[in-house]
């Protein structure tokens, strides 16, 4: 099936496969409970409001005649089945929801002419743009997105925080970002603000963690295997 993400909610696990289908894990059994079709070669999910908004980028397709998709499948968690598809900018890939449960875009565009974009949606309305914000990857914090853009031609890369509210780009340039080769992940430490961005280096060789404080400060970095995604963090 090509597991591609996964997202828990309420003692349960869904996984998106790129077979088109996001799968329904019980944490418990560890049995998959349920599978329901969204569209084609599903990537990044989350959950808001109850539903499961799951970004369907038709990556397989890359280089055959149908081409990339440009859909946002809702699934209702109560019945488990897509109700809707919104239309968004094309290869969508990241999706975060925030406290007021609006839903947050990140599009790859076709890495050639078509640019990567950011959006916001609520309920089933995509409501913005955001101009000149072009995000790989992006966390939500606060009433700030921490974003990635990273540019597959140049392999450059960019981190800065962006104000969701002011619609401001905030420089965020530690010095030690210049190390970064190639930005694979980012996460938030909720309890002190910590940022985490991993760094595939190569694809090939084993990839770092750096810490940064919100303000910028690196706290440490360390090296892991290959290329380090997503990092989780447990309260004791």
């Given at each position: 099936r090509q597991p591609r993400y996964i997202n828990f909610y309420e003692g349960k696990a869904y996984v998106t496969t790129f077979d088109g289908n996001v799968v329904k894990i019980d944490t418990?059994?560890?049995?998959?409970?349920?599978?329901?079709r969204v569209g084609r070669n599903p990537e990044g999910l989350c959950i808001a409001d109850n539903k499961l908004y799951v970004a369907n980028s038709g990556g397989l397709d890359y280089n055959n005649n149908i081409g990339f998709d440009n859909t946002i499948s809702?699934?209702?968690?109560?019945?488990?089945?897509?109700?809707?598809?919104?239309?968004?900018?094309?290869?969508?890939?990241?999706?975060?929801?925030?406290?007021?449960?609006?839903?947050?875009?990140?599009?790859?565009?076709?890495?050639?002419?078509?640019?990567f974009a950011f959006?916001?949606?609520?309920?089933?309305?995509?409501e913005e743009t955001y101009p000149n914000v072009f995000p790989l990857n992006f966390i939500l914090f606060d009433h700030l997105a921490l974003i990635y853009e990273f540019n597959y031609s140049t392999s450059e890369s960019?981190?800065?925080?962006?104000?969701?509210?002011?619609?401001?780009?905030?420089?965020?340039?530690?010095?030690?970002l210049s190390s970064i080769k190639i930005p694979y992940g980012i996460s938030v430490d909720e309890t002190n603000g910590d940022i985490y961005i991993t760094d595939s280096y190569n694809y090939t060789e084993n990839g770092l963690v750096?810490?940064?404080t919100k303000d910028g400060q690196k706290r440490f970095s360390f090296e892991v295997g290959l290329n380090p995604n997503k990092v989780v963090f447990i309260k004791k």
């Open positions: 418990t059994s560890l049995t998959v409970e349920s599978i329901t809702i699934v209702d968690l109560n019945t488990f089945t897509e109700t809707e598809k919104i239309t968004v900018n094309m290869n969508p890939y990241k999706v975060h929801s925030n406290q007021n449960n609006e839903v947050f875009v990140s599009s790859r565009g076709n890495y050639k002419d078509v640019n959006l916001r949606i609520n309920g089933n309305t995509v960019s981190i800065y925080q962006y104000d969701l509210t002011s619609k401001q780009r905030i420089d965020w340039a530690p010095a030690e750096y810490c940064f």
